[in-house]
């Protein structure tokens, strides 16, 4: 009998969580925009507003005068300066499985990027990779103009 | 010594130009710098293509890369005010980092300890401040009790969690909620023992 309580609180609790936004998709968070700014997802365009919740294989875009900086589910923080184009190309977040890794492919323009927990409990499973250069990551901090 | 001050120099004015102009008169290259990341030493990255490879561990360095194929260049200090003025627009706000909190719950329960339950007010607060924020809240329970018992206690502390800051007015854009049961003991004990400390709540705000 306890034991279908526990069951049912469970069920509720999780329908509770669904109802607050929990989502196992998202991986990350628009937190600041200004200007232009979108998301690409299956060959359709959103506009990228503050909250906008990030899934794997997204393209993050901005315009001639945008900025945008998101925020990923390990602390990962992401921002783009105008004219830029990174695509959320792999993003594997399970400490407890010891399952880490990702890659963000950068096409073009200005990035700043401030590793998270999957770079410092895994240094070496990050990598960003742009058209003209490959960088490997470990636990850093660091700025990139992309050139295609 | 002073061909590198001149290639620093150099590099300089292209990062500032590029900035004005959109690019140096010769083909646009890429540039990748290293920045401090608070107070702690600079991790390292490594930038390589099929022409070669260079590595960056030391805060303000930075290399170019003339192209697709192009030979990454020799790694070159800048000055930070360079480097504000080259990315000024993506620099334009620092981030406040993630905060994480600890609470506390009684033996067997999603009940969360008097003393913890005072914490809640201000992660509702950082909540607020944060918006649009993402709070994860992961439970954790001590090591008595079966695998299954105790993924499910876990389940039941986020969540109470979750919902006493829901009912405090938090409203994050994103929660989200999981149990790591008895895998991850804070105070490493043998297996079937009570453990306050371990019977806890990890929250994350972002």
């Known amino acids: 009998m306890m034991r279908i309580t526990v069951f049912m609180l469970c069920t509720l609790l999780s329908l509770v969580s669904a109802a607050l936004g929990q989502d196992g998709r998202t991986i990350g968070l628009v937190k600041t925009v200004s200007g232009e700014a979108s998301v690409l997802r299956d060959g359709r365009r959103a506009a990228a507003l503050p909250g906008f919740g990030l899934e794997l294989g997204d393209l993050l875009a901005t315009g001639a005068g945008g900025t945008l900086r998101v925020i990923l589910r390990d602390d990962t923080v992401l921002s783009l300066g105008p004219s830029s184009q990174v695509r959320l190309e ?36 990050v990598r960003i990779e742009t058209p003209v250069a490959t960088l490997g990551i470990r636990g850093t901090h660091l700025l990139a103009r992309i050139e295609p | 010594m002073k061909g590198a001050s001149l290639r620093q120099l150099t590099l300089a004015l292209c990062l500032w130009a590029g900035a004005l102009l959109s690019g140096c008169a010769a083909p646009r290259s890429s540039v990748i710098v290293l920045l401090p990341e608070g107070d702690h030493p ?31 260049g020799e790694p070159a200090p800048l000055q930070p005010e360079a480097v504000r003025q080259a990315f000024g627009p993506v620099l334009a706000a620092t ?13 067997d329960s999603a009940e969360i300890l008097p003393q913890s339950q005072q914490l809640l007010p201000e992660i509702a607060r950082v909540i607020g401040e944060r918006r649009p924020a993402q709070l994860s809240v992961v439970g954790h329970t001590d090591s008595v009790g079966s695998v299954q018992h105790n993924y499910r206690l876990g389940l039941l502390r986020a969540a109470a969690v979750a919902e006493r800051l829901a009912s405090l007015g938090a409203a994050p854009a994103s929660v989200e909620t999981s149990s790591r049961g008895k895998a991850e003991l804070l105070v490493r004990t043998p297996d079937q023992t009570p453990e306050p400390r371990n019977r806890r709540a990890e929250v994350t705000v972002r």
Not at chain 1, 98 to 119: A, D, F, H, K, P
């Open chain 1, 90 to 125: 792999q993003f594997v977040f399970e400490p407890a499985q010891g399952n880490l890794g990702m890659v963000l492919r950068v096409t073009r323009g200005l990035i700043e990027y401030l590793s998270g927990r999957i770079s410092k409990l895994s240094p070496g499973s």
């Open chain 2, 95 to 107: 981030p406040a980092p993630p905060l994480h909190f600890l609470l506390f719950f009684k033996l």
């Open chain 2, 42 to 72: 600079s991790g390292e990255v490594t930038v390589s293509n099929a022409g070669g490879s260079q590595v960056l561990n030391r805060s303000w360095q930075s290399v170019q890369v003339p192209g697709p194929g192009g030979r990454p």
